[in-house]
């Protein structure tokens, strides 16, 4: 029974010190944020203007949302959304070309990674609906890399149908890849999973004579002057996602996600508008580069604690036995 005193003291101290060290140190130094269900209805972006005490940005925000909300309540027709894409198709589709900073991603899956919302808010005012309005002070929407688009899609049931279409074209089911190089990879590289900024890195072979693999390091080269423009855009070069899955918690990346104005206010970085299964499938990816051993894991760890359970009874059963009649 002394052993067994002893390790109940050694397991509370420990555990009251690893709850001083890591969840109460940790809430005293990053303030704790709930997110809102991936719901992208402006009730984030109106609070964080209040409490700011900016007002007027506020009341922007609020006119803002009722519209998109105006919106979502129209019936959509896809195939006239159909004709009104084709000025999307000009930006966003393979082979873009960088634009103000920043490639346009591919819109293949968009109609199943993204809130239906959100794709409405983003035709109507990308920088309100990214959440990055304060980026443009000056200039506002038009400022955007994707501000001209509201001149062009500028009825509400313009923009119901192309939300319809975009619902409508689902391009089949989206592997975690595509969800993440549709929503992360146009800034994001993951070395992990062999993804730059600007895709996948292609497979190139040395020259027999030279030993120098000249397409590799063009490749290289259109790479680094991508990121140049990026990190000139957002004012820094955004980090590799290839362990943040290990290196932040889910509840972090989850809020963060969603809603990168709630944890690191003033950041460059856009609101994404991932729905559940987008935000399940980018999980899914990062887990897949960063973490691949977690389902072995998952799978061996039960196993070794009957183990340690096991040897544990056995081992206290033995000492029991051996010490009996020394006491």
């Known amino acids: 029974m002394k052993e067994l005193k002893i390790l109940g003291i050694v397991t509370i101290f420990t555990l009251v010190l690893y709850w001083g060290v890591e969840p109460f140190a940790h809430s005293q130094m990053h303030k704790h944020v709930e997110g809102h269900g991936l719901v992208y209805d402006g009730t984030a972006d109106i609070e964080e203007a209040k ?17 998109v909300a105006e919106v979502a309540k129209l019936k959509g027709d896809a195939a006239a959304g159909e004709a009104t894409y084709a000025m999307c198709a000009g930006c966003h589709m393979e082979g873009a070309v960088n634009m103000g900073g920043v490639t346009p991603p591919g ?7 993204y809130d239906k919302n959100f794709l409405i808010a983003l035709i109507k005012d990308p920088a309100i609906a990214t959440n990055v309005d304060h980026k ?7 400022a955007h890399p994707m501000g001209s688009i509201s001149t062009m899609v500028t009825t509400p049931q313009d923009i119901a149908n192309v939300v319809a279409y975009l619902e409508a ?14 929503a992360c990879g146009r800034c994001h590289a993951n070395r992990y999973g062999h993804l730059t900024q600007l895709g996948e890195i292609p497979k190139t ?25 990026l990190a000139d855009y957002l004012g820094t070069l955004p980090p ?19 809603n990168p104005q709630s944890t690191l206010p003033g950041t460059a970085m856009p609101r994404t508008g991932l729905n ?29 604690l009957i183990f340690f359970l096991i040897f544990t009874a056995l081992a206290f059963l033995w000492k029991k036995s051996m010490w009996k009649g020394h006491h």
């Open 51 to 67: 409490a700011a005490k900016k007002e007027d940005v506020a009341k922007t925000k609020e006119k803002f949302w009722s519209e």
């Open 107 to 113: 819109l293949e899956h968009a109609g199943a990674i």
């Open 136 to 142: 443009y002070p000056i200039g506002g929407t038009m």
């Open 169 to 182: 074209k689902k391009a089949g089911e989206v592997t975690p890849k595509e969800a993440f190089t549709e």
């Open 205 to 229: 072979k040395s020259n027999i004579k030279t030993g120098l693999d000249i397409d590799a390091m063009k490749y290289k080269q259109k790479v680094a002057e991508e990121q140049a423009a």
């Open 240 to 258: 590799d996602l290839s362990i943040m899955i290990r290196a932040r918690s889910e509840h972090f990346l989850h809020t963060f996600i969603e």
């Open 276 to 304: 559940k299964e987008g935000m399940e499938k980018v999980f899914a990816y990062l887990e897949e580069t960063g973490d691949p051993s977690k389902p072995l894991r998952e799978e061996t760890g039960p196993k070794v």
